[in-house]
């Protein structure tokens, strides 16, 4: 299967009501000039952003763009031969301006964080005349990585919107964002999808998984179809039962070592293991809640609710790691270390 980028594809998995909210606003003349799309990673934030800015620079087509291709169930839908389909899938669109954190040419490598350059170009870019005639739409993918000079300059555009103008922040931890900045958007949360169109989305996405590998996809992903697909394509299944099994009988020292090795080897080994082994940690403390019994001998060796505590530092430890560039293998070593007995 070729994997389409959010600005590429036609498909959305889910989230209907928020295409009719959004679809909504156009039609009663009340839309709002700032949306803020929130929700778990892998849920479709951005795939609804480029969605949207599609079918709006089409002129809000009514029940899609000709009469064959209509779709009762989506609202914004827009045929992929659609002119403008193609030109925002190529980023060619002369209406549509696209922010995420860029490539860093000094250190040659991409950066964790949206700069202010990345959003001076918004300022400009609204206030020139649309091309078209009709709306100018500005994606900002990864809103919450905004530093904070880049958050300020956001800001500016924020309180003196330009007509005609729209702008559509994605975001999945919406509290890093300045209140000032949240207070100005209007919020549309997409939720996980349930679990059978879950299996339904990844009978069709990954049909060559055998059944039951796709259900333990779906409970990893917890309802985030692009989540899923990640964790398939970066051996998330077996991840996840070393995430496990480390939590059902910590590594020693000089085992902790040879992990670091193996999970750092690749670019996204790391991140998939830390989110995986804190995503483990948290069903596993769920669990002995809900059992009261108690009968993991792990978890006993801390009250329940320290184990919260371990779960927020595994949380800083990657964040911190990935947002400086800091030694993933030595990140990897001190994870597991929170692991041992208080």
Same mark, same amino acid.
Not at 90 to 106: K, M, N, P, V
Not at 208 to 226: I, Y
């Given at each position: ?25 156009? #039609?009663?003349?009340?839309?709002? /000039? *700032?949306? @803020? =799309?929130?929700?778990? !990673? +892998? ?43 193609? #030109?925002?899938?190529?980023?060619? /669109? *002369?209406? @549509? =301006?696209?922010?995420? !954190? +860029? ?240």
């Amino acid at each position: 299967m070729t994997e389409e980028t959010p600005r590429q594809t036609s498909r959305l998995y889910g989230h209907e009501a928020a295409e009719a909210t959004l679809a909504s606003s156009v #039609r009663s003349g009340r839309l709002h /000039h *700032a949306w @803020l =799309l929130t929700g778990p !990673a +892998g849920i479709g934030k951005a795939t609804l952003a480029y969605r949207f800015a599609r079918w709006l620079l089409a002129g809000a087509p009514e029940g899609g763009s000709s009469q064959h291709e209509k779709k009762a169930d989506s609202p914004l839908w827009l045929s992929p031969e659609h002119p403008v389909f193609r #030109r925002v899938a190529a980023d060619t /669109h *002369a209406d @549509l =301006l696209s922010i995420e !954190a +860029g490539w860093d040419e000094r250190r040659k490598r991409q950066r964790t964080e949206i700069v202010v350059d990345d959003v001076r170009e918004i300022a400009s870019f609204l206030h020139l005349t649309p091309a078209e005639g009709g709306w100018r739409v500005v994606i900002v993918d990864g809103a919450d990585t905004l530093n904070r000079h880049a958050a300020n300059a956001l800001l500016k555009v924020l309180e003196e919107p330009p007509p005609r103008a729209i702008l559509l922040l994605s975001c999945s931890s919406p509290g890093r964002l300045l209140p000032t900045i949240r207070s100005r958007c209007r919020m549309l949360r997409l939720q996980a999808l349930e679990a059978a169109p879950m299996q339904d989305v990844l009978a069709t996405l990954l049909p060559d998984l055998a059944a039951a590998e796709r259900d333990l996809l779906a409970g990893l992903a917890e309802g985030a179809p692009g989540r899923a697909l990640q964790l398939a394509k970066e051996d998330g299944l077996a991840l996840s039962r070393l995430a496990e099994d480390i939590l059902r009988a910590p590594p020693s020292a000089s085992h902790r070592y040879d992990l670091a090795d193996m999970l750092t080897k690749g670019d996204t080994a790391f991140s998939t293991f830390m989110l995986l082994l804190r995503a483990t940690l948290a069903r596993m403390v769920r669990q002995a809640a809900r059992s009261g019994s108690g009968s993991d001998e792990f978890l006993c060796l801390r009250p329940l609710d320290a184990w919260s505590d371990v779960w927020h530092a595994l949380g800083r430890l990657q964040d911190e790691t990935e947002r400086f560039h800091l030694d993933k293998r030595q990140a990897i070593f001190a994870g597991l270390s929170l692991l041992d007995p208080s």
